[in-house]
């Protein structure tokens, strides 16, 4: 295990937040699903210093490399609907730029940014109970950290906790960090092939759903949850 992630150094830097942490591991997100799924409490921490299938929005591979970047996923417990899941992008990402500071902007759905380079990516997803959200599992994966990483894996698990419901404050400061909004944007939707969908239009502003709204140029307005996105590519 490098020393910065070992039971001891995060038993210290998380004071009292259970976590779970590996040497290498497949996936932070399919240890954090089953642990919440086994009831594991909101704010539950699982992280590896390497993820040989590490995931992101809709199983998009991530590279983890060891010792330089911190992946990790954290256990939510929030109390809206089905159809909130995607603000847990908007949590992650503006957690991510708290945490972080400086002039950092995102780039929706799912990137942080400085001077046009990744500093993070984040990926979010619900679990349905018998009275609708049982669980949430909000995925980070911070490039270039440098040591140690435990302190800085215990501001994001607080900070995106903070973030995990929807809030009109939140998203105002979402917005006017996105560096999507105002551009012309393409989406393609999930399946992309053969009869995949294109929105194409202006981004005009991000719903509390997560959702980005493409405005067309007949006057529609066209709202794409980053959980329906392929990709999303300028025009």
Request: glycine share 10%; net charge negative; proline share 7%.
């Amino acid at each position: 295990m490098i020393e910065d992630l070992s039971a001891e150094a995060l038993a210290e830097a998380l004071e009292g937040r259970p976590y779970r942490t590996y040497r290498a591991l497949l996936s932070t997100d399919a240890d954090a699903v089953a642990w919440a799924r086994g009831g594991a409490p909101a704010g539950a921490v699982v992280v590896a210093d390497y993820q040989a299938s590490a995931r992101g929005r809709g199983g998009l591979p991530w590279t983890c490399r060891p010792g330089r970047d911190l992946g990790c996923s954290i256990v939510l417990r929030p109390a809206f609907t089905p159809d909130d899941e995607g603000w847990l992008y908007v949590a992650a990402a503006l957690a991510v730029l708290d945490v972080l500071g400086g002039d950092a902007t995102i780039a929706w759905p799912d990137q942080v940014l400085r001077d046009g380079r990744p500093l993070a990516d984040v990926a979010g997803h619900a679990g349905l109970g018998a009275e609708g959200v049982a669980w949430a599992v909000v995925n980070l994966l911070l490039y270039d950290v440098p040591g140690p990483r435990g302190p800085l894996l215990a501001r994001l698990a607080e900070a995106v906790e903070r973030l995990a419901q929807p809030d009109d404050g939140a998203l105002a400061r979402y917005r006017e960090r996105c560096t999507t909004l105002e551009r012309p944007v393409v989406a393609h939707l999930i399946p992309t092939w053969p009869d995949g969908v294109l929105i194409a239009g202006t981004a005009a502003s991000v719903l509390e759903d997560g959702a980005l709204v493409i405005a067309q140029p007949d006057g529609r307005r066209i709202a794409v949850r980053p959980q329906h996105l392929a990709r999303l590519e300028d025009a």
